[in-house]
């Protein structure tokens, strides 16, 4: 027990650095988007946060959002500052991974899905077809690409922010 509680202190120490690089690269760079582009992660932050909402059961979005005193548009204020930051980050990542040729094979992406396929059917006793049906959907395999693009280029950064 003792031991699995020392893995995620570290474990939350090792994101909170690799958070603190990759907020530090982001301020560091110049980015510049047209104004549409935040405007989409607004409206992508606002879709976000209407599925949290159905998927708490708390009440249908518009009920919530009455519970809360507050607006589409309040709350698309709150959530503004958040998706900016995520927008230059995922900006500064992209510029990053192009700018080293990070990539991602489809070698990586099938020894990740082929990993989180036998996880689900041992650890959750997923349907085995099922659950690779599912994983191999295009937009799954996107995802998956994208978390391991994601990995390596904070993997990146960190690496230059410790001056290796």
Known sequence: ???????RKVADAAR??????LGTFADLSKVVYPPSYLEDRVADALEDFK?????AGIAEFEDYLK????????LEADLRPGAERRARRGLVMRELAKVETITVSKAEVDAA???????????HNAD???????FRRKENLDGIENQLLSR????RMVTIAQGA
Do not use: C
């Open 1 to 7: 027990m003792a031991a699995r509680i020392q893995e």
């Open 16 to 21: 909170q650095y690799e958070d603190q690089v």
């Open 51 to 55: 599925d949290e909402v159905k998927q």
């Open 67 to 74: 519970l809360q005193g507050q607006t589409v548009e309040q």
């Open 113 to 123: 899905v082929t990993s989180e396929i036998e996880h689900q059917v041992e650890h």
């Open 128 to 134: 085995l077809r099922e659950v690779t049906k599912a």
């Open 152 to 155: 390596k280029v904070i993997d």
